[in-house]
């Protein structure tokens, strides 16, 4: 087979420049990693804590496994098909069903807004009122969305560097978490014997309802390597790129959060973490080494800004992508001439997002995105095994068959009913997939109206 690297598409409008190639495999790498890292670990750790008690560790545990396989799933597809798609693309090209692809494309898009808008209610909570509580925070999430969407219209060379900043501030931050475990480790300080607590007495069926609840809640601060693929096209050589990027960013974010997990019931009473909307700094304060609160909630208001500005990025390059597919209107796929950047994208997954902020809190807004992408994955997983019939003239990796049959697996039983999770979430969720089904009558009337030329 040839190893050319095959060509991406022009921009859905003729006339338009197609995006920018500025990330390369260290970029990319670190994309990845501050992708995933951010608003789930430092936002929803205490909240897990609640489901599952002071075995905090066990749900990222289980959660890095299932990432792990669905990411093999995202690498083999964006090896075959780097365009900007992702998911929806996947799907299209599988069952060739319209209706299907914009509900993926659609249920992506609103993963990645309910998760920018769980990371701007994490930005206005607890870190933030370490500094002050005069601002309500609704308009402090407000306000954040807008000054987020702002930087990525700009270009994507500055908001990927940005984010390589924020990437090494939130990195750190968790470092220091992890420090201040090894000292109370060798101390003697901490709570050993809460590791292995459960919460509540439950047994038997309770027990898996519980752990798999947490799972799914858990499961929050593993999505982001599927926005990855979202950057096919501004990817520098992404077929041999792209593998090692997403391998090494699940990898490498699953061993720091088990080990942060950890380190956080071993220091603080599970209760205590599940009070708290800014769970890490309760490990701070209680890790007894003379380190700044205020500095951390800094480090942590980096953490989520990243994780918002990232979903921003990329639920404006999917607009992009499904235009260029003519699964939405062309004008989706306007490109600023100067910045190349997707400015109606960008516009339009900004007023979606302050419009969500306003409808749950960082738990229910976290839950919703871990649900979402759950069933979406058990989708890319499924179509990774219909597509190895296409073939493709480049190489690509090529991940072992068992890998996507237990990725539909566990995804579809975490967002099963047996993962305990409040029915907020499958309100919510259902009322966006609802909004879906409207815009695709929408869309196929204005397509019917303007055909392609």
Known sequence: MSTAEPRTTDAADGGSPSLKRAIGPKLLILFVIGDILGTGIYATTGKVAG????????????????????????????????????????????????????I?????????????????????????????????????????????????????????????????????????????GAWAVFSGDGEPSRLGEFEGSGTGYAL?????????????????????????????????????????????????????????SLLVDYRTLEASSGPLLE??????????????????????????????????RLCYGLANERVLPRVMGKVLPRRRTPITGIVFVTVLAIGLVSTGEIEGLGDTTSFLLLCVF???????????????????????????????????????????READVYIRAGVLVAIGVALWGVNKLVMRLRPEG
């Open 208 to 264: 898996i309802t519980g752990v798999l609840g947490a799972t799914a809640l858990g499961f929050f601060a593993f999505v982001g390597f599927e926005d990855s693929v979202n950057m096919a096209e501004e990817t520098q050589n992404p077929v041999r790129t792209f593998p090692r990027a997403i391998f090494t960013g699940v990898a490498v974010t699953g061993v720091i959060y088990v080990l942060v997990a950890l380190v956080s």
């Open 104 to 180: 993926v494309a659609f249920m992506v898009m609103c993963s990645g807004l309910s998760s920018a808008s769980a990371a701007a209610r994490a930005f206005s909570g607890d870190y933030f009122q370490e500094f002050t509580d005069a601002i309500p925070p609704t308009l402090i999430a407000i306000v954040f969305l807008l000054a987020l969407s702002s930087l990525a219209l700009r270009g994507v060379s500055e908001s990927v560097k940005t984010n390589v900043v924020l990437t090494v501030v939130e990195l750190t931050g968790l470092l220091v978490i992890l420090g201040i």
């Open 378 to 420: 058990a989708v890319v997983n499924v179509t990774v095994l219909v597509l190895r019939k296409d073939r493709v003239e480049h190489r690509h990796f090529r991940t072992p068959t068992i890998l996507p049959v237990l990725g539909a697996l566990t995804a579809l039983v975490l967002a099963s009913p047996l993962a305990d």
């Open 51 to 102: 489901k599952v008690g002071g075995a905090l560790w066990l749900p990222f545990l289980i959660g890095f496994v299932v990432a792990f396989l669905t990411a093999a799933s995202y690498v083999e597809l964006v090896g075959k098909y780097p365009k900007a798609a992702g998911a929806a693309l996947y799907t299209q090209k599988a069952f060739k069903v319209p209706f299907l692809t914009f």
């Open 283 to 316: 490990v701070v304060k209680a890790g007894g080494v003379d380190f700044p609160p205020k500095l951390f909630a800094l480090i942590a208001l980096f953490a989520v800004t990243n994780s918002a500005l990232i979903n921003i990025m990329m639920a404006s």
